[in-house]
């Protein structure tokens, strides 16, 4: 998040001086793959609430450590957002003198959460998290399921890195990607009280609730269609062997065997 939002900073305070679209996609996915390199090997760097919530369905995360894995990722984007506030502050108050707004065109509540755009509806932006983050945990369960093409060892904080990357690119127009429900709340809960005030509740007819119910029901809905379509197809360790050996028709062996 720290590298996310201050990408949205740099491009926004600097009026695209500083970078652009594509810097923002490149630093939330680099972001993604450094903090798994950090918080890999103590929690299975689980960042995104609909990661964990989802794990947790899949049996792959005890239901009591959920809790405590929310808000930890919530604080953790809360904080994030409280470093790029400080560290931009000047810049803040050079852009707009120090009011801060949600809406106009000097509004920068949108450096730290998602909000819609004029022309998307409720629906459409519901979907629009359903869409984006079914397609996250889909190639998460992809890159991690040894029973199919999974990514090369030691390769798959960057493969998921690359993931992020491209929904921000191909899914991002629409409402900033925000595909996990810590990304956006926490960031929100900090400006709210940081001088944008109750507005960033209000605005985009109430949006607020999308990022935090949709990505949900989409990380759900993501892990559904990969079980569903690729898990169940998947063939057992033991019924490769089976295969493999009746090939080579060993077929008394395998009879013995698997009786």
């Known amino acids: 998040q720290l590298f996310g939002l201050g990408s949205v900073a740099q491009v926004v305070l600097g009026k695209k001086e500083y970078g652009q679209y594509l810097s923002i ?30 794990n947790c369905v899949l049996g792959k995360l005890p239901w009591k450590k959920l809790p405590l894995y929310m808000l ?35 509004e920068t509540a949108s450096i ?14 519901f979907l629009d998290q359903v869409v984006g983050t079914a397609a996250l ?14 990514a090369l060892g030691g390769t798959q904080a960057v493969v998921i890195g690359l993931l992020v990357t491209v929904i921000g690119m ?6 900033g990607y925000a595909i996990n429900p810590a990304r956006d709340i926490g960031p929100r809960l ?5 001088g944008w005030g109750l507005e960033v509740f ?5 949006w607020c609730w999308i990022p935090i119910v949709a990505p949900f029901v989409g990380g759900l809905t993501g892990a ?11 063939q057992t360790d033991q019924e490769e062997k089976k295969l493999q050996d009746m090939e080579k028709g060993n077929t008394e062996m395998v009879n013995c065997e698997y009786m």
């Open 202 to 206: 209000r605005a985009g007819n109430y």
């Open 112 to 125: 730290f959460a998602t909000y819609p755009q004029p022309y998307l509806t409720i629906g459409g932006g």
């Open 25 to 54: 996609n490149l630093s939330f996915g680099i972001g993604v793959t450094m903090g798994i390199h950090v918080a890999g090997g103590v929690t299975g760097a689980h960042m995104n609430c609909a990661v964990s919530l989802t």
């Open 170 to 175: 191909s899914m991002g127009m629409n409402s």
């Open 137 to 150: 945990l889909l190639c998460i369960l992809a890159i991690n399921d040894k029973k199919n093409s999974p």
């Open 190 to 194: 900090f400006t709210a009280g940081a």
């Open 224 to 234: 559904f269609l990969y079980k569903l379509l690729v898990g169940l197809h998947l």
């Open 72 to 106: 930890s990722q919530i604080t953790g984007s809360f904080l994030a957002a409280a470093v790029v506030f400080c560290l931009y502050y000047e810049a803040l108050h050079n852009y707009c003198g120090g009011n801060f707004t949600v809406t106009g065109d000097l």
